[in-house]
């Protein structure tokens, strides 16, 4: 189903996964290490505990979850789309619930994945819940279900774009035409 | 100092209007899918707004961060949650209202 010049984004050469997983936990580290002074509002006192927490955190995340490809322009894209649609979604919504005649017309729509399936999948499935009119209900094999509050809306062509972002951001090209596979 | 603090009451009362958008959605939409899209839109939008005014009277960083985290965390949470009882829905067969 998917190339093999995407299963070698996804997994990586074994000759280099020593470094890229110590890459990986370096970058995750840091991030813990950020989480820990916002938690303890910087005390120096702390670090005696949030040292080992931080290395015994950094550990267990590249074990649970190994590392995958990402892409920081991608991230940086992906920002402020997330942001001003989110919060478009918000306005519609709150739009639809407070008009008396309730503009609603709900219809499951099956959208056709371009996505490889794990993580980006799943990421993909949550931010749909939190973008205009649309609302993950089942991550298919094939499908993504996806519960559309107004079938009369542009949410074939929003579900598109923000899947493009997504693979963007995990830094990965999306299969145009699968018809030949 | 005062624009800050009439900037961070506009956000906090938007964001309190969006709480209500979610509430009343909750209690208008008619199926349980029409529901949670009122719940996890208006109330990450609701809560994105809180945070917003919130940071700017927070007195340092890491209070800004924390609330930052809050936010993310809510975020993730809510659309996974949304989705597990949506799917949980299909699986018992509940039709959609129509």
């Known amino acids: 189903m998917y190339t093999n010049d995407q299963k070698q984004h996804l997994q990586f050469a074994p000759g280099h996964s020593v470094i890229i997983t110590l890459r990986t936990g370096l970058i995750r580290a840091v991030l813990f290490t950020l989480i820990w002074w916002i938690l303890t509002d910087g005390a120096m006192n702390s670090w005696l505990v949030g040292v080992p927490v931080v290395l015994f955190a950094t550990l267990v995340s590249v074990q649970l979850l190994p590392p995958f490809s990402w892409s920081l322009i991608g991230i940086i894209r992906f920002v402020p789309f997330f942001l001003w649609r989110s919060l478009y979604a918000g306005v519609d919504v709150a739009r639809r619930a407070f008009d008396p005649s309730l503009p609603i017309s709900p219809q499951m729509y099956h959208y056709r994945w371009r996505l490889p399936p794990g993580l980006p999948q799943v990421f993909m499935a949550n931010t749909v819940s939190l973008l205009p009119g649309t609302l993950s209900a089942e991550l298919g094999d094939e499908f993504l279900y996806v519960h559309v509050l107004d079938k009369t809306g542009a949410f074939a062509s929003e579900l598109m774009i923000l899947e493009e972002y997504v693979a963007d951001l995990f830094g990965l090209k999306l299969i145009t035409d699968r018809s030949e596979e | ?98």
């Open chain 2, 1 to 98: 100092m005062l624009v800050t603090e009439i900037l961070s009451s506009l956000l906090l009362i938007a964001g309190a209007i969006f709480f209500l958008a979610g509430t009343v959605g909750l209690l208008r939409f008619p199926d349980v899918y029409t529901r949670l899209h009122a719940l996890t839109k208006a109330d990450n939008v609701g809560l994105g707004l809180v945070v917003a005014g919130l940071v700017l009277q927070a007195e340092s960083w890491t209070v800004a961060g924390k609330l930052l985290l809050i936010w993310l965390l809510v975020l993730l949470a809510s659309a996974s949650i949304a989705h597990l009882v949506a799917k949980a829905a299909r699986k018992k067969g509940i039709e959609l209202w129509k």
